[in-house]
T-cell receptor
Framework: RKEVEQDPGPFNVPEGATVAFNCTYS??????FFWYRQDCRKEPKLLMS???SGNEDGRFTAQLNRASQYISLLIRDSKLSDSATYLC??????????FGKGTRLSVIA | DVKVTQSSRYLVKRTGEKVFLECVQD?????MFWYRQDPGLGLRLIYF???????EKGDIPEGYSVSREKKERFSLILESASTNQTSMYLC???????????FGPGTRLTVT
């Protein structure tokens, strides 16, 4: 199985800051893309899907660059509650999801 | 709400014991998965199942087996537990129509 690579962090940012996470994937056959969020000692949960045209959900914006095999997540106006690990996830065809190792974010007051 | 439950949150077993980890989902999902998660290694897929009685090896199946006799239940079995199987074990389920995976709360297994 091809890998998904993320900067592990940690990213330590003040409240209100804008922070961006990047992810690259090696399987060019990947068709579905997601960001999951995992709080400390909790299970991962879907944050948002990533569409080819880019998509936004409140303070969160996800973008996909298929040519470069690159996915990004932008968080604006960071809140303390955004502190978590963010997992980049891809899927090719009907195969299981492939998870990155995650990027840890700490938002500091 | 989708609910995935796991039989134990914490489990301590001795080396050589047979260990059963149970997972149950209540949303009639076709697909079920077992992962382990370790610091610095992320989520690693052990086994998965796309239907009752079906199972497929994931990336790290060695030392594990699974059973899926009913659609809602997927069991992970450690035939002879070893200390390197100390980990957080996460079960997940999904449906073919929506790719989102729903995870259980995890079982932290310690093998001494």
């Amino acid at each position: 199985r091809k890998e998904v690579e993320q900067d592990p962090g940690p990213f330590n940012v003040p409240e209100g800051a804008t922070v961006a996470f990047n992810c690259t994937y090696s399987n060019s056959a990947s068709q579905s893309f997601f960001w999951y969020r995992q709080d400390c000692r909790k299970e991962p949960k879907l944050l948002m899907s990533v569409y080819s045209s880019g998509n936004e959900d409140g303070r969160f914006t996800a973008q996909l660059n298929r040519a470069s095999q690159y996915i990004s997540l932008l968080i604006r106006d960071s809140k303390l509650s955004d502190s978590a690990t963010y997992l980049c996830v891809v899927r090719a065809g009907n195969t299981p999801l492939v998870f990155g190792k995650g990027t840890r974010l700490s938002v500091i007051a | 709400d989708v609910k995935v439950t796991q039989s134990s949150r914490y489990l301590v077993k001795r080396t050589g014991e047979k260990v059963f980890l149970e997972c149950v989902q209540d949303m009639d999902h076709e697909n079920m998965f077992w992962y382990r998660q370790d610091p610095g290694l992320g989520l690693r897929l052990i086994y998965f199942s796309y239907d009752v009685k079906m199972k497929e090896k994931g990336d790290i199946p060695e030392g594990y087996s699974v059973s899926r006799e009913k659609k809602e239940r997927f069991s992970l079995i450690l035939e002879s537990a070893s200390t390197n199987q100390t980990s957080m074990y996460l079960c997940a389920s999904s449906t073919d129509r929506v790719h989102e995976q729903y995870f259980g709360p995890g079982t932290r297994l310690t093998v001494t």
